[in-house]
Each structure stands twice: as structure tokens, then as C-alpha cells.
């Protein structure tokens, strides 16, 4: 998960706390001392309790495929004691949009590969890709004023509502009508499901289709 480190216009520094919440990381703020939950995004003690951080978009893709939609990219090698992470199989994906969050486990969404739902209102579409374990990402289907169901169509994704093409990574209308047209990625992040309930008690973890 990715947050915006500015609270009221002013940036702050955070810094691992140390200490678990919920099974999760906490961090702190040099410039009050808070104690955060990284999940929530929220300061949970000190100064600052209650002030929350603005989630940002993000998705996860291997680096090649990266680099190819992006050839500019420059990025941080961190590396140098071996992979690090957690196994993308023990995890659940979450979207957050406050008045309502879900839970995909991975291995259920592996097996369908992309999820039409709506989460708060909102139209979303989870995608995983099949031929890379950890790789994915939620697309917003609200296109201007139209929404568009997405289905897997070999390596990209179509739309049924005009045939439009699309890149699984980036959102991108390859050919069809929409074609030059981008689907907005949606902020989520990755969740042990065990501890999904610890943060959001009354929230859905999504089941396939029977």
C-alpha cells in the first residue's frame, strides 16, 4: 500500500515504530511522535490520534512487464540481502473506500482471473494475471458515463459492452472504440485475510461464484 505523507499541505517523515497492530506494521512521525497503523493509514495514539492519510492508486507486475509500458522508469534496488515480501498466496487484495472495504483472497482470484463488483458504489474490476504469480491491479469500469463489464480475452482484457481491448497492467484501450481511452487504477493493498476483520469487523470478504 502506497499513502500520501502530507497531512493539512505539510509533508511528514514516518518511521518504522517496531511494534505490531492487528498483526501489522506501525510507524511514526518524527514530527509528533504518533503512532500509525500502516492498514489503516490512520494515527491510532499520540498528538495526532484519529488524522488519517490519503491511500494512492498502486499496482504489482513483474519488472519487465513494467519496464516495457514504462522505459523511463528509474527504481530503487533494495535487493541486496535477497527477495524479501510475503507469499501473494497467503494474501488477500483490499479496496477501502470508507463507507465500505472488501477482501479478494488471492488464490480464489487466480482461479477466475478478473472480478466484476461494486465496492461502495463504485464499479471495480480486480485483475490478476495468471502466468504471474504476483501480479495485479483494480481498474475503476466507469468510463466518462458509462460503465463497462471486463472480461479475459487470452493476454489483455475486453470489454463486452463495445470490444474494446485492453491492457491488463495499465488500463490502456489497445484497439476497438475506446481505443487511446485508460481505465483509472483504484487505490488497494494486500491484507493477511485472517486480520482483514481486525480493521474493517463489519466489511465483505468476496466468494467466487458458485
Keep these: 500500500m502506497v499513502h500520501?505523507?502530507?497531512?493539512?499541505?505539510?509533508?511528514?517523515?514516518?518511521?518504522?515504530?517496531?511494534?505490531?497492530?492487528?498483526?501489522a506494521m506501525t510507524w511514526w512521525d518524527h514530527e509528533t511522535g504518533s503512532i500509525w497503523s500502516q492498514p489503516l493509514g490512520e494515527a491510532i495514539a499520540g498528538p495526532l490520534k484519529g488524522e488519517k492519510l490519503e491511500l494512492l492508486s498502486v499496482s504489482l507486475n513483474d519488472w519487465s512487464t513494467w519496464k516495457a509500458d514504462h522505459p523511463n522508469t528509474l527504481a530503487l534496488d533494495v535487493s541486496v540481502n535477497g527477495p524479501g515480501g510475503f507469499d501473494l498466496q497467503r494474501m488477500a487484495i483490499v479496496i477501502d473506500f470508507g463507507s465500505e472495504a472488501v477482501a479478494y483472497p488471492v488464490p480464489d482470484l487466480q482461479q477466475q482471473v478478473l472480478v466484476n463488483d461494486i465496492v461502495a458504489g463504485v464499479a471495480v474490476a480486480v485483475v490478476t494475471d495468471p502466468t504471474e504469480p504476483d501480479a495485479w491491479v483494480?481498474?475503476?469500469?466507469?468510463?466518462?458515463?458509462?460503465?463497462?463489464?471486463?472480461?479475459?480475452d487470452g493476454d489483455t482484457i475486453v470489454d463486452l459492452e463495445t470490444g474494446t481491448v485492453w491492457?491488463?497492467?495499465?488500463?490502456l484501450g489497445l484497439s476497438g472504440p475506446l481505443e487511446g481511452e485508460r481505465l483509472d487504477v483504484l487505490p488497494a493493498f494486500t491484507s493477511f485475510p485472517k486480520d482483514f476483520f481486525t480493521f474493517w469487523p463489519d466489511c465483505r470478504l468476496w466468494v467466487p461464484d458458485a
Excluded at 475503476?140 to 463497462?148: A, E, N, P
Aim: aromatic share 4%; glycine share 12%; charged share 25%.
Design 167 to 171: 491492457d491488463p497492467v495499465i488500463g
Design 138 to 152: 483494480v481498474f475503476s469500469r466507469v468510463l466518462d458515463d458509462r460503465t463497462v463489464t471486463l472480461a479475459v
Design 4 to 23: 500520501r505523507r502530507e497531512l493539512k499541505g505539510e509533508a511528514i517523515v514516518l518511521g518504522n515504530q517496531g511494534a505490531l497492530w492487528g498483526n
